[in-house]
């Protein structure tokens, strides 16, 4: 069965972005009769915007999204965090670092990782811990894989980057790998933001005896100046008022079948018409692109 998801990130209400984002992996996934599940990432609560978790529900709902099950918190998900992280430290496929990012620049002059703690064992100081990933040390080394929009897709080969902070939080990679498997996700749609991290998550999904689900990277919507429609750049929050005229919007942004007489109707009746007609080859094969409205 196909099992996709939405995962926003708490730091602000929906943009623009966040809906193509919803919208590509809704009719993705409900097209192919599958599942559609979403996933609120909070696991840094330095960065929550708190009253925005239930907005961003609040949300989809106006704009005729409908999720299956329930909705997964991170902050609620550590048990299943911890437990991918003894797998892989008794695998031997992570360790403790204690290096600073400062130490790491004076080091090498450079942010990626030099392995410096692969053989470190004392934990008695404050610590992350890191991956240890395969060929890390061949640092202008890349790996090549496949996106079902982007095609063949050439990416920088992977340090060993951080599964749990030293402050005790959890990285973005292991708890988003082990969500997805959690979840049985079999389809990622989701913005060519994260393209270059999908192979880090490959190598977990692997290290911890998972299979690597279908990964699909739609376009970013970008202002007419080029910068990316995101919270950190203070995109506005969509409008539940128009979101007939927003969804249809989203579509000619992926490219997709629409009709005039769509933007009269209602979000519900436009996500089943959307539903039937969604063709994913027809989205552009783009890291990004502006958006057009009116």
């Not at 809906?19 to 960065?47: F, M």
């Not at 600073?100 to 703690?117: A, E, L, P, T, V």
């Not at 769509?262 to 009746?269: E, I, K, L, P």
Request: hydrophobic letters at 35%.
């Amino acid at each position: 069965m196909y099992i996709g998801r939405f995962a926003p990130s708490p730091t602000g209400p929906l943009h623009y972005g966040s809906l193509i984002a919803a919208l590509a992996s809704y009719l993705d996934a409900r097209s192919s009769s599958g599942q559609w599940l979403v996933r609120i990432e909070n696991t840094d609560p330095l960065r929550e915007v708190p009253e925005s978790c239930h907005l961003i529900l609040q949300t989809l709902e106006a704009f005729g999204f409908e999720w299956d099950g329930k909705v997964v918190w991170q902050h609620l998900q550590h048990d299943i965090y911890q437990a991918a992280l003894d797998d892989l430290l008794t695998k031997d496929t992570a360790y403790y670092c204690n290096c600073s990012r400062k130490q790491i620049m004076q080091r090498h002059h450079s942010s990626r990782y030099d392995n410096y703690c692969r053989e470190r064992h004392n934990t008695s100081s404050p610590a992350a811990i890191r991956f240890k990933a395969p060929h890390s040390d061949q640092i202008n080394a890349h790996v090549k894989w496949h996106d079902d929009i982007q095609g063949d897709v050439i990416s920088p080969n992977s340090d060993d980057f951080i599964l749990k902070r030293k402050d005790n939080l959890w990285a973005y990679q292991l708890a988003v790998v082990a969500d997805d498997i959690e979840a049985h996700v079999t389809h990622v749609v989701r913005g060519s933001d994260l393209l270059h991290e999908t192979p880090k998550q490959m190598l977990l999904q692997s290290a911890l005896g998972a299979a690597t689900p279908h990964y699909a990277h739609i376009p970013i919507a970008t202002s007419p100046s080029g910068q990316k429609l995101s919270k950190q750049n203070f995109a506005k929050a969509i409008n539940t008022e128009d979101s007939s005229v927003l969804l249809v919007e989203a579509l000619v942004f992926l490219n997709q079948i629409v009709d005039p007489e769509w933007s009269g109707a209602s979000s519900r009746q436009i996500l089943q018409w959307a539903i039937r007609n969604w063709d994913i080859s027809r989205i552009p094969h783009l890291l990004a692109q502006p958006r057009h409205s009116g």
